[in-house]
């Protein structure tokens, strides 16, 4: 890369970065405002306090509890998902028969209400394992629609001289479909992420497991402590947040090649 080019992408990224900060000072500062105006830390804390309280809930013994069994939670619901979507997506991908006899169960999820879905979940299943339910149903479609999708946008010419040099299929898959796959894939996992952790958190205030960030949440809301309620909510932000940088540097590394 020219080091013209190069000066200029930094010089527009610091500058992309200082206009996100200063978007976010001007955040804090209408919040402390708003709290001031209000005259009232007990319906709005400012700032200041929602860190106090960050600082002092995460030097309690459950801290790591709570934030350990959502994690895992939300973690079970993935996987769960993604295997699904891969047993399903690339055949749906793959046959329009298949990808048409799955479309009204992939709509019909994606366009359930969420706490319409908790509910039932309720009644089916156990407080504990309601969370991971509720994150698999919310993945899962947006998983294998991502998957399908890049199936289907899969160059047709590459899987015609494949078969035309009688490559076998599982090659065929490994070598022409995945790299073709990833980038929806990855676009899948983002969204769907972003989706399940905050469906996850759901399930556990409604469900109110023993642990987890959800059922800190219920607990504190129900002693009016709104300023626990705040600092378990940028808990939440700040772990997917995490999961997104992750995400995004594994796709980095994952699709060097479409350079």
Known sequence: MPLAAKYLMNNSSTKYRIISLC???????????LSRELHSRQILPGPADAIASLISIAGKPGFLTALGVTLFRGLAGFLIAFAAAIAIGIPAGLNSGIEAGFRPILITLRST?????????????????????????????ILTTNISQGIRETDASLVQMAH??????????????????????????????????????????????????????????????????????????????????IIRLIEKYSIKWKK
């Open 23 to 33: 978007v976010i000072l001007v955040l804090l500062a209408g919040w402390e405002w």
């Open 164 to 245: 035309l040099y009688h490559i076998k299929r599982r090659r065929i898959l490994t070598g022409i479909y995945w790299p073709s796959i990833l980038p929806f894939l990855f676009s899948g996992i983002s969204t769907a992420v972003g989706f399940g952790w905050r469906s996850v958190i759901i399930g556990e205030v409604l469900s109110q497991p023993r642990y987890g960030i959800g059922a800190m949440m219920q607990d504190a809301q129900s002693y009016l402590l709104v300023s626990e309620v705040i600092a378990w909510t940028v808990v939440a932000i700040l772990v997917s947040a995490i999961f997104e940088w």
């Open 113 to 141: 209400p969420v706490v319409a879905i908790i509910l039932l979940a309720l009644i089916w299943f156990q407080s504990e394992q309601v969370p991971v339910f509720i994150g698999f149903l919310t993945m899962f479609p």
